[in-house]
């Protein structure tokens, strides 16, 4: 059974539309992340929750929102696409916030492609 | 603040030793990690480090120095499928705001 799982893997879009990505983790962490991977394949943090409750948000613009209805799903929906948005998404999950040696897993990717 | 900085890319050849550096300034320093990501797929754990000293884990061994804000990843008897990327990541102070920041990753291609 895959830890951390994200649909869709493969997403092609027109500019300016809105489009979702899903995350769910079932290994019953509490901390759950969204990171953007570049062309330049820069991992880049871009939010993360705990909880349901949002923690980190790193100066993302405001298209972009997470939603966490459980702690075991954070989805990001993207409003208005644009073609500075192309990029993989990785959704993360780690245990227990503040406990040394937290390891984040990754889900395999969303890859998406704005046109 | 947080700022990590590794070589963009490095080759070895196959069965051969490599050494991955990583400095980085972290405030309120609490690990560093190393992922490894092959083209295409997510990142998957290799090591952490949180006190000084070497930490060995059959071919890979990780090493860290606080004073320094220095880490490194030895690879030994390096396999073709070792060709990926490898990704150093320090992790800050254990509170609210704890994240973990990944480095731009060093892209290790290895020669037959």
């Known amino acids: 059974d895959t830890a951390v799982s994200q649909t869709p893997k493969y997403l092609v879009t027109q500019m300016g539309n809105d489009k979702s990505i899903k995350c769910e983790q079932n290994l019953g962490h509490d901390t759950m992340y969204w990171y953007k991977q570049d062309s330049k394949k820069f991992l880049k943090i871009m939010f993360s929750y705990n909880n349901k409750e949002l923690i980190i948000n790193e100066t993302v613009p405001n298209r972009f929102s997470p939603k966490s209805p459980d702690k075991a799903h954070l989805n990001l929906h993207i409003n208005s696409l644009e073609l500075g948005d192309s990029a993989v998404y990785f959704c993360?999950?780690?245990?227990?916030?503040?406990?040394?040696?937290?390891?984040?897993?990754f889900g395999e990717g969303s890859w998406l492609t704005v046109v | 603040g947080q700022n990590i900085d590794q070589p963009t890319e490095m080759t070895a050849t196959e069965g051969a030793i490599v050494q991955i550096n990583c400095t980085y300034q972290t405030s309120g320093f609490n690990g560093l990690f190393w992922y490894q990501q092959h083209a295409g797929e997510a990142p998957t754990f290799l090591s952490y480090?949180?006190?000084?000293g070497l930490e060995e884990k059959g071919r890979f061994s990780s090493f860290l120095s606080r004073s320094k804000g220095y880490s490194y990843l030895l690879l030994k008897e390096l396999q073709m499928k070792d060709s990926a990327s490898y990704l150093c990541a320090s992790r800050g102070p254990l509170n609210r705001d704890d994240k973990i920041i990944f480095g731009k990753g060093t892209r290790l291609h290895i020669l037959p």
């Open positions: 993360a999950s780690s245990h227990v916030r503040g406990s040394s040696g937290n390891t984040i897993y």
């Open positions: 480090n949180v006190l000084d």
